[in-house]
C-alpha cells in the first residue's frame, strides 16, 4: 500500500487502511507529511474526548463502556491508547486483545494501543496526527486514553475537545493530582470504583479544590462511576455531550482547536529543526569534546549549532 | 546582584546565591547563558540520584531520610523536587518548609522545590541546569525528585547517575509501571511502605518483569523500605553507593554524562529554533488562516516556516 492508497483507504474507511496510518504515525514514517496533506481537509468532525489519571484507576474500563455507550446511540467510535512502548510487557496489546473481542465484527468500533517512542516528536506530537487520522476516517467519536500521569501524558489528553480527569479512592489523592497539573485541564472529573472505601471522600477533595481555584466559564462536574458494572456512565454520557454542545454554542471549540494546531505546527518545526541539530552534532567530535571536557557549556554549544543551521 | 555575582556567589557556596540562580533557571532568565557558562567548568562531581514513582508513593519521605543519612556521613547534600507549577495549591512549598525546619541553619543542606513552566525547555531543561548550578556550589550528592509518573518525569530522574524508581502497595502496579516505561530506566528500585500489605506481592511482581526482560551489565536490586520509620535506608544508601562504584569502576558514568549533555544540547538548540518559529506563526495571521481552514497541513506549514527560518 502506498501512502496514497492508504489516504484513499482511510477516507473510504477501510479498517486495514486505517491501521496501516496508524502504524505510520507510530513508526515516523517517511510519508507522514504526505499522509497529513491527504487527510487534513477531512478532518474537523470528530468529538475527541482524553482520559487521563493515575496507573490503575480505570481508564480502560471507562474506555470500554463508553464505546459501548457509543455504538447503542449509533455514533462510530474510536480509542486510541497511547502507550509509551515498553519491552517488558505486552500488557497494553494483551488489554486491546480483549478489548477488541466485543466488537471485532464491527466496522464503526476502532481500538488501537499506539506506541510513540519511533516518532520524532513522541506522544504530543504523534497523538494528534493519529486522532486526524480517525477523524477523517469517519468516527463521530474518538477517545484518546493516555497510560502515565505525567506533563506529556496530560497535555495530550487536554489538547482533545472534552478532557475527562480519572480518579480512583486510595490512587493518588486529589492534592497530589494538582501537583501534577491536572486539575486545571480537567473538563469533567470521574471518580471511579465509587462503590469502594474512600470514594466519597476523594469526590469531596476533588470539588473543594476546584472552588479554590479561578472560576472558569465552564465549572467542571465531578461524577461518580463504577465502569465495572456501568454505574454512572449513562450521567457520564450526557455530560460529554453538554460539554459538547457548550464548547459549540460559546465559540469555544474554534478557539480551542486554533490554538492546538498553532502549539502543533510550533512543535513540528521544533522537532525537525531539532534533527537536523542532532545530525550536526552527531557530524562533529571537537564540539562533543569540548562539551566533555567542559570547554564549551551547553548554551554556547548550541549557539554555535544554530548559526550553522540559520546563519544570520 | 547580577549574573557574575550569582556566579561568584554559587561557587562560594552561598546560600541565597544558590537560590537566585535555580529561581533564574526557574523563571527561564535572559541571563540564564551566562549563568551556565560561569557554573559549568566547576561541575561534574556530585553524585546526582533521580527518584521517581507515582504520586503518594512517599517519594518525598525517601528524599528526606536519605538526607539525615547523607548528613551523618559528612556530605553535603542538596534535594530539587521538580513540581509543574500549579495555581491551585502550595502544597510542595509547604512540604519544602516542612523539610527545611531540621535542616534550617546547616548550609550542608539545600532543599528546593522547582517550578518550569517559565523555562522554554520544560523540566527536560531546567532539571540538568539546575543540578549543574547545586554541583558548582559544591553537594557531593544532588537528590532529583519528579512529582509525576510520566515519561518526562522519567526522563528526568533517568538523566540522573543513579535513578530510583518508588513503589509502593496498592499505588500502581508493576504491570502499569512496566507500561509507562519506567521499569528500563531504574538503577535501583524501592518498594516504600513495606509494612503495608501487598509489599512483598510488589518485591515479586518488579523481580518477575526484570527477569523478563533483556540482561543488563548492573542488574537492578530490589529493596523494601518503611522510609516514615527510617527501615532499610541504610541498605539503601549502601546500594547507591555500590552503584557509584560500578558506573565508575565500569567507565558507565562518563559516557552516560556525554550522551545526556549532547541531548541536552540538541534539545536546548531545537527550543530557541521553536521559539523563533513561534514568534514567526504569531506574526503571520495568513498561515494561521490556513491552518484554521484546512487549507494547509501541519506539515506544510512547519516545512514553510523552517524554509523562512533557515534558508536553503
Known amino acids: ?38 487527510v487534513f481537509a477531512h478532518t474537523g468532525a470528530a468529538a475527541t474526548v482524553g482520559l487521563t489519571g493515575a496507573p490503575g484507576v480505570g481508564k480502560s474500563t471507562i474506555a470500554t463502556v463508553l464505546v459501548r455507550t457509543a455504538r447503542a446511540a449509533g455514533r462510530r467510535v474510536a480509542v486510541l491508547a497511547i502507550d509509551p ?50 477523524d477523517a476516517a469517519g468516527f463521530d467519536l474518538v477517545i484518546v486514553e ?42 469533567l472529573f470521574v471518580v471511579n470504583k465509587a462503590d ?38 449513562d450521567e457520564l454520557w450526557g455530560a460529554i455531550a453538554r460539554h459538547r454542545t457548550w464548547l459549540e454554542s460559546s465559540g469555544t471549540l474554534a478557539g480551542d482547536r486554533e490554538a492546538a494546531v498553532v502549539h502543533e505546527v510550533r512543535a513540528l518545526a521544533a522537532e525537525r529543526l531539532a534533527a537536523s541539530v542532532a545530525a550536526e552534532l552527531a557530524g562533529d567530535d571537537g564540539i562533543r569534546a569540548k562539551l566533555r571536557d567542559r570547554a564549551l557549556d551547553p548554551y554556547a554549544a548550541a549557539d554555535e549549532l544554530i548559526r550553522r543551521l540559520a546563519p544570520g
Chains 1, 2 share one sequence.
Open 196 to 233: 469502594r472505601d474512600g470514594a466519597a471522600e476523594v469526590q469531596r477533595e476533588v470539588k473543594q479544590m476546584l472552588h479554590l481555584g479561578a472560576t472558569r466559564p465552564w465549572d467542571p462536574p465531578v461524577f461518580a462511576t463504577a465502569a465495572a458494572d456501568g454505574t454512572g456512565i
Open 1 to 38: 500500500m502506498d501512502v496514497h492508497q492508504v489516504v484513499d483507504g482511510v477516507l473510504a474507511r477501510e479498517p486495514r487502511a486505517i491501521a496501516r496510518a496508524i502504524s505510520m504515525v507510530e513508526d515516523g514514517d517517511d510519508a507522514l507529511p504526505a499522509l497529513s496533506a491527504g
Open 85 to 134: 512502548t515498553s519491552p517488558y510487557t505486552g500488557g497494553a496489546l494483551l488489554g486491546d486483545r480483549v478489548r477488541m473481542q466485543e466488537h471485532a465484527t464491527d466496522r464503526d468500533v476502532f481500538i488501537r494501543s499506539m506506541a510513540t517512542r519511533g516518532h520524532l516528536g513522541g506522544m504530543a506530537l504523534a497523538a494528534p496526527e493519529a486522532v486526524r487520522i480517525l
Open 146 to 187: 493516555t497510560v502515565g500521569v505525567g506533563q506529556a501524558e496530560i497535555d495530550v489528553a487536554a489538547a482533545t475537545d472534552t478532557t475527562i480527569v480519572v480518579l480512583a479512592p486510595g490512587l493518588g489523592d486529589a492534592i497530589q493530582m494538582a501537583k501534577a497539573g491536572i486539575l486545571e485541564v480537567a473538563d
